[in-house]
């Protein structure tokens, strides 16, 4: 894949450019109430269901997108946040998928915030324990702009009434094949912190680092896998009892790779836990990042 017109390498080690996500891990206080809002609402389906516990991906394949974990008394999100997830945001495979979903949060009495970030439009929910979710379509990538060396992104006005026009009439049932787990993003303490670990350490490119404290960094020239920000700085990070995210899982390649961006996090400082399938870390505010190899 050629190298994109824009961003800054990782120093050291660069993920591989077909690199892409797997799974968000989540505390709640309540599986039932979690896998209702989960279904009925973003149209995700039970991939795996246990005792306090249950995977979900689409409703055309069996990609796992978010697993959940149930932690009795769990406190929710409180208004001002908390160190860790800002938001996780679910990839649609096409514009018209998203048309089709907004009419089907209207009928359910869902009022979502709404952006047009110029790679993509996106619209913002919360669920019951108030952790943040995006859904959203990419536009093409031929249709993406840089400017000095910086993708071009923004937060403008979504156009709703021609992105309904793109879904054709037809309605929405459930998060159809190809939904995948698109990018995560974090409230941290200290951005070059994050840098440290994410860019130095994990290999991802910095992509766009002009937004008032934050930055969005990817592999493969990607908008972004991964935005981190210290609009919630001050505030603790979220721990045991929390509803929160404990950690997001990171595919790569080969199991070389997996190795190399271990060694990579080793070098940078970060605390690595070494297992068959890969490896796992946490970052500075407790979040754990799982890599393995792509199946």
Do not use: C
């Not at 609009?231 to 790569?252: F, I, K, Q």
């Amino acid at each position: 894949m050629a190298q994109p017109p824009y961003g800054i390498p990782a120093p050291v080690f660069r993920l591989p450019a077909e690199t892409r996500l797997g799974r968000v891990v989540l505390e709640i206080a309540d599986l039932d109430r979690s896998m209702d809002y989960y279904q009925r609402v973003l149209g995700l389906r039970a991939l795996q269901r246990e005792p306090g516990r249950a995977v979900l991906g689409p409703q055309g394949d069996d990609t796992a997108i978010v697993e959940l974990r149930q932690v009795r008394g769990a406190r929710p999100v409180p208004p001002h946040g908390r160190l860790g997830l800002y938001h996780f945001a679910i990839l649609l495979p096409d514009r018209a998928a998203l048309a089709r979903f907004l009419p089907h949060l209207a009928a359910l009495g869902h009022r979502p915030g709404m952006s047009d970030h110029l790679v993509s439009e996106a619209l913002y929910l919360t669920d019951p324990d108030g952790l943040g979710i995006e859904v959203y379509a990419d536009r093409p990538r031929s249709s993406w702009r840089a400017r000095e060396r910086q993708l071009v992104m923004a937060t403008e006005p979504l156009d709703v009434a021609d992105l309904l026009a793109a879904g054709g009439g037809e309605p929405w049932t459930g998060a159809p094949a190809g939904t995948k787990l698109g990018h995560v993003h974090l409230h941290v303490g200290d951005l070059q912190r994050a840098a440290d670990f994410y860019h130095r350490g994990l290999g991802l490119d910095q992509v766009v680092w002009s937004y008032p404290g934050a930055l969005f960094l990817s592999a493969g020239g990607y908008h972004h896998h991964l935005g981190v920000n210290t609009w919630a700085r001050g505030v603790a990070p979220a721990s045991d009892g929390d509803a929160r995210l404990v950690e997001w899982e990171v595919l790569l390649p080969s199991a070389g790779d997996t190795a190399a961006a271990l060694d990579s996090l080793a070098a940078a400082g970060a605390g690595v836990q070494r297992a068959d399938d890969g490896g796992t870390a946490r970052d500075p505010w407790g979040v754990g990042l799982r890599l393995r190899a792509a199946a």
